[in-house]
């Protein structure tokens, strides 16, 4: 029950703040149409802030949950480095969608973006990783310095976010397929064990 009722707080505030914004949007408000009272929704979160972090931390989950079955999957290593490429821009153009108005608060307040990136670098940097480990001992990847790489790759891809959620390279012939493609091809080219 617990974890429903923050959960069901959890969801509540997402809608609201996608639909209100975050500054408009109270702790009664999230209260009420929760259908619950103000004191129970300060049993979960000692203020706006805690309960908006909560939000992101949800919606980064949906992004780990993802990218996590990527790196399950029993393919190469090569194919699952294109699809945690492919997945993550893919979903993180989601999240950002479907929260409507905080859409134009993650362009607009990059101190948000990157506390909110904060929260999720290191388990993504993690599952990346994995996967150039992996490419590393099958002899798919020649990788010298893999930490560094993974870092590089991570901050390339968050900052291709803005560019792939809004579709800017459209006007130039590059859609977000074709975005997702060619940094794909570009990172595959400099690490691919050569014949």
């Known amino acids: 029950m617990v974890s429903k009722t ?35 929704i300060y049993t979960y979160f000692k203020n706006k802030k805690d309960i908006y972090n909560a939000v992101v931390e ?35 153009r989601e999240i950002v969608t479907r929260n409507g108005s905080l859409r134009a608060g993650f362009f607009r307040d990059f101190r948000k973006v990157d506390r909110a990136r904060k929260q999720i670098s290191k388990k993504e940097m993690a599952l990346l990783r994995e996967i150039l480990e992996e490419g590393v001992k099958r002899g798919e990847f020649n990788i010298p310095e893999l930490i560094p790489t993974a870092l590089i790759i991570i901050h390339t891809i968050q900052g291709l976010d803005e560019t792939y959620i809004r579709d800017a390279l459209s006007d130039k012939g590059i859609d977000q397929e074709m975005l997702a493609n060619s940094f794909s091809r570009m990172l595959l080219s400099g690490i691919l064990t050569r014949d």
Not at 12 to 37: P, Y
Not at 65 to 91: D, Q, W
């Open 6 to 40: 923050r959960d069901k707080f959890i969801e509540v505030a997402r809608q609201l703040f996608a639909r209100k914004g975050v500054e408009n949007t109270t702790m009664n408000d999230i209260a009420s149409a929760s259908d619950k009272g103000r004191r129970t």
């Open 58 to 92: 949800s919606e980064s989950d949906k992004l780990l949950t993802n990218l996590r079955l990527i790196v399950a999957k029993p393919i190469s290593a090569e194919e699952k480095l294109r699809e945690y490429i492919s997945c993550r821009f893919e979903t993180m």
